[in-house]
């Protein structure tokens, strides 16, 4: 377990391990851990402002796509190799 704390919605956050946080605009935050420490991945970038569908690994806009997509994973067809 973590805390993060954020410094742009004046927030607290905690979250266990392997799990996604999102916040809102803002320059800095604050991250603090048990003494037996973490690793962490940090993205940032520009918002798309598209909708997002979440499954698992697979990220898509709706959820027809995101049910497409698991279709042609199963099938096999999900990821087309150029040769």
């Known amino acids: 377990m973590f805390k993060v704390i954020s ?3 004046g927030t ?3 979250a266990a ?3 996604m ?3 809102s605009d803002g320059d800095e935050i604050q991250v603090q851990s ?3 420490g973490l690793r962490f991945l ?3 970038g520009k918002p798309i402002r598209e909708p ?3 499954g698992g690994s697979i990220v ?3 959820q027809d796509e995101l049910r497409q997509a698991f279709a042609e994973y199963r099938d096999g067809t999900f990821i087309k190799m150029q040769d």
Request: hydrophobic share 40%; no cysteine.
């Open 42 to 44: 940090f993205f940032s």
């Open 34 to 36: 048990s003494d037996g």
């Open 12 to 14: 607290n956050k905690s």
């Open 60 to 62: 898509m806009n709706t």
């Open 52 to 54: 997002v569908a979440w």
């Open 7 to 9: 410094e742009a919605g």
């Open 17 to 19: 391990n392997r799990t």
């Open 21 to 23: 946080l999102l916040f």
